[in-house]
Every structure is written in C-alpha cells, then in structure tokens.
C-alpha cells in the first residue's frame, strides 16, 4: 500500500513538472492557447462555411474562378496554346476558353487535333472543373431541399389581411373550414390561415380529404404553437378578420385556451379593438378567467352549457334539431342583419310580411338583441333580425306581394304545458346540465328516470323535476323495455363520452336507439326522441334506426363558432334560442294558426302566428318529408308558397312559453 502511494506520488510530480515546462499551472487551470495566422485563417474560415449554402456556393465560386485563371496563365504566359493562324486572341479570350473547359467537359473533345502539351493541362483543367461543378451541383441541391424543407415545416410569415385566422385543432376544424367556405362564397379572395402545433404537411392533406370542394377559399396551414408570442405572430393575427380559438384535446385545453388569449391581447393599445375573437371553453368554472383576459371582442362559447342546451331544446318536440341545424350552418338559410331596410315606419307584425324571401323574426336595438318582440313594436331605427339564403341578396330581395286570407286563420287558443314523464338514457359531464335545463321548462309534478351503465350520477338541486337513478345496462332489451312504456313525453339518449372512446361510444348509442325505436314504435303516442353523438358519420346510421333528431355535440358547436366568427352579434341571438329565457323554438300544431283541410299562402301562416304573438319560420309536414327538406321540415318559405294544412302538421315558431 505504501509502494503504490509512492508510485502515485512520483506519477503526479511528473505531471506537474511537464506542465511547468509546457508554460502551464496547474493553479492556474488550462493555459491560454497560441494563434498563429493560420488558426486565425481557419477560423474564418470556419465561420464563413456556416453560413450554409450561400458561402458553399461562394467558395466554389472562388475556387472556379482561381482554377481558371490559373490554367489562363499557364496557357499565355508558356504559349501552349497552337498557333491558329497567326491571331492572337489576348488573355481574356483564353480565360473564356477555359471557363468552357471548367465548365463543359464535352470542350476538351474539340481540341482533338491540337498539341498534347496544350491537350494535357487542359484535360486536368477540365478533371478539375468536374469536381467543382459536381460539388457546385450538390451544395445548389442540398440548398434547395434545406429550403423546400423548411417550407415544408410552414414557419414563414403569412402575409394576408381580412383573412380568418384558425388557432388550435381539433376534429372540429373540418367541420369550420367546412362552413367557411360556404360563407365566403360571397366573398373576393377569401383566405383561411390554420396556425396549430402540427406538422403542415399533414394537416392539408387531412383537410384536403374531409374538405375536399373549398368554393374558393384558400387555405394556407402554419405549423407552430398559438401560446408562443413569436409563433403566433406568423399567422398576423393583428391583420385577421376574425380569429377562431379552439379547444385542444389536451388534458388541460381550458388554460390553454387561455394562455392563447393573453398572447392575443398582448402589446395590443385597446384590447377591444381588432378582429374578433371567438374561443371555446370546455369546463363553465373557467369561463370567469377567460373573461377577464378576452376583452369585449372575444364571444366565449361553452361547450357544455351549448350542447346541454341544445340536447334539452330539441328533445322537447320532434323536428327541432332539423330547424337548429338549418339556422346555425350556412348550408340552406341562416340568421343575418339587416340595417338598410326601410322599414322604420312599420311595426315588427307588419314587417314580417314584407319580404318574400326572408323571415324577419327579431330587432336589434339600444338594449341588445331581441327575438319576437310585441307585434306593435315599431320597428325605426332598428336593425332586422332575418333568416334568409344569403346576405348579399338581402338588398335586393323582393317585395312579397301575397296577401294573408284572414278568413282562414285557426280558432285554436290551446297550449301544450302539462306535467311531463321522460326517460334519460346514459350519462356524461353534460347530464347534470341537461337536467337543470328541462327543470327549466318543467311543469310542476314532472318526472324523469335517469338510466346508466356508466358513472355515478349526482343529481342537481332541481324544483319541478322529480328524477329516480336506475344503474343498469343500457343496451340490454329488458331493461329499456321496463322503463320505456306507454305515454312517455320525451326519451334522451346521451353518450358516455367520459368513459368510452369516440367509435365506442357512438356504437353503443346506436345499439340503444335500434331498441327504443323498435318499443316505442308499438306505441299509440309515440314521445320525441333525441340522441347525443360525437361523430358526425354515425348520424347517417341513426338515421337506419329512423331517428330524426340526432344532436352531433362536436359538429353543432363548430356551426355556431362559425357563425360567430362571421358576425358576433349573433352571440345574443343564439343565447336566446338556446337559454329559457326570452323566445324560443317550438314546432306547434297547424291548426292553431290556419284551418285545416284548406289551402292557404304562407303569408296566412305568418299572420295567424302575429295574431298569437309568435313569429313564424317554417313547417314540418309528412308530404315534406318525401320530397327535399330534411326530416319533413321547412325553414323560410316563400310567402306566396301554397299549402293545405293536414292532421299532424306543425308550424315552427319562436315564442315564450
């Protein structure tokens, strides 16, 4: 042991003592390194060369160029070149020749006949330029892939203005673009900017896929994350006609929504101004902080609260979620506003018989939106609410010249409120929302039966609706057969989107619905059934199981971010139609409005709802449904159209209940 501390001991001296005579110390550290000229050299070398392609290209350049004139003055000043007749060129005709034989191997081929002690130095001359120009030929190309490359990556600056600017992505995305092109049909040039954290590559061919027909609209995909200040600066937001922020799929998507905003409002003078923003909120306790970040621009749109809403709406009467999705997509007719009337001297039950093609069904005044105002509402200065085809053909619609026959309006005063029994089928985190919105319009005495195979329900505090909770399969026959009987009013089928994947969980809601079409079609009265899915393609397999109001939670919020995206006064309107205050769609039987068996213009129609004090804006009939509309309903028909009210006709109308 002590040998080999000695051994350590002399090793460790030695080192020393080549340090020292090296000029190094070990207390010292690392000695400073020498340069010479030519380190100095190679380091500029060095930092020139990565700069990438462009100084490649240089130097080989210069090596070109060094080669040539090398060879042009070893030509001229030994004379190798053979006298052609007496005439000399001079230098710079033998620095052109050899420029060609750098350049083009196939040169030396002409120079057959000459001398060998010109031929040889030609050939290395030529041999040399090969080597360049093959190099030469590799740095352009490599340059040229960097570059297609990095284009390929989709970082580069988009320079659009007036363009809507989608941040995020989500399966809705197509859904949007989808509807954006069809609002943009009127439209100069229209541009879509996608700015998501996704390779750009991919996200056009997957739009080019489910959104193959872009009537116009172009597209331009951005890869790069919305929440980075930088990165979000290439899809110059600031110039964007409106901005669509998604929810992603993420297991936090709410405070990245967020974190988007602040980076939206940051370096802005007035929040409030700019291009307005549209952002979805998937958890409603988050709504409060997105508030105070999204400015009065911003329309914040629950996702939860929107398809709850919309799911209790439509399970009220059959045909409502035909009318929900004609009004929110852009495919048929859709709401808009009309300023430039000329209307100001009417009343609203006067203006709704004005136009042919175009249903006036709410004003826009000091006080905000609202839908089906008092008949004698004078409509002044105030904007029209209007369902129509298309906004540019607002200005130009004509004048409905049919005349209401009010010999023939129905005698009918009924109502339809009376205490309600339905059944629940299924459970996610949108049930519990569903329930306080049919509390809403519950009748006292009304029952619902909650059954689920999945989750552990937990039951709001609600004041009308008695609910009872059964845990049990729900694709077992027996079961639905013991709950769903004879005078049920409505039957929902939600999906269990918490606990199944997507597929799943929409084949499993099919399963259901084949049963309860199947019970409930032995039924004298047969109640309205609604069905959550999550996937738009499994709507057109309920429709095997004759299911007509099927509500696509993903695709009918697309349709309303869309929407509002387009016109943000539309925020109001849709909180509206949706909320249990103020109007709202209901389908109601025909012959309260006009007598049945007779055939009257639709202008009668709209005339016996003023009389009511609802406002008319489509019918749902068994003929209709053999010919185009979808599901028997129509939505904004033309005043003069002629129908014959039959038993089981309804009007769509919005009124309060």
Sequence with gaps: MARTGQQLRRRTAKAVQERKSAGTSPKKGAATPKSDLGDKLRYWFDNSMSRGTPALVAWLSVATLALIVFFTVVTTVFGLRPDDGGV?????????????????????????????????????????????????????????????????????????????????????????????????????????????????????????????????????????????????????????????????DSDDPDAEVIKTLLALNHGVPDPDSGPRIVAEIRDPGNLAAARLVGARRTALLDIRETVAKLVVQTSRQSGAAAVYTELFDYDGDEIYFFEDHGLGGTTYGEAQQFFENASVIGLVGEHGTKLNPPADTLVGPQTLIVVAEDDSALSATARATARPDLDALGEETGTDAHATTAVLIGWNERAAIVLRELDHYAEPGSSLTVVTSYGVPVIPALENLAVSVVQASTTDRAVLESHLVEGLDQVLVLCYSDDLDVQTADARTLVTLLHVRDIVSRFEEQPPIVSEMLDDRNRVLAQVADIDDVVVSGEIVSLIVTQLSEDQRLEGVFGELLGSEGSEIYLRPAEWYVRAGQEVTWATVVAGAVRRGETAIGFKSAALAEGDADFGVAVNPAKSDLLVVEPGDRVVVLAEA
């Design 88 to 248: 000399d060129d001079g230098f710079f005709r033998e620095l052109f020749q050899s420029l060609f034989h750098a350049l083009d191997p196939g040169t030396i081929a002409g120079d057959g006949y000459l001398s060998w002690k010109f031929l040889l130095p030609m050939l290395v001359l030529t041999i040399g330029g090969l080597f360049i120009v093959s190099a030469l030929i590799g740095v352009i190309a490599a340059g040229i892939d960097e570059k297609l490359a990095d284009l390929r990556r989709g970082r580069s600056l988009v320079l659009e203005t007036d363009h809507t600017l989608i941040l995020g992505w989500s399966d809705s995305i197509f859904t949007i673009v989808r509807e954006l092109t069809l609002a943009n049909e009127s439209r100069k040039k229209p541009v879509v900017v996608i700015l998501a954290d996704r390779d750009k590559v991919e996200m056009e061919e997957q739009l080019a896929a489910k959104v193959p027909d872009l009537r116009g609209t172009r597209l331009v995909c951005r890869n790069g994350s919305p929440m980075d200040l930088d990165e979000l600066a290439v899809g110059s937001p600031a110039s964007a006609r409106s901005v669509i922020l998604l929810a992603p």
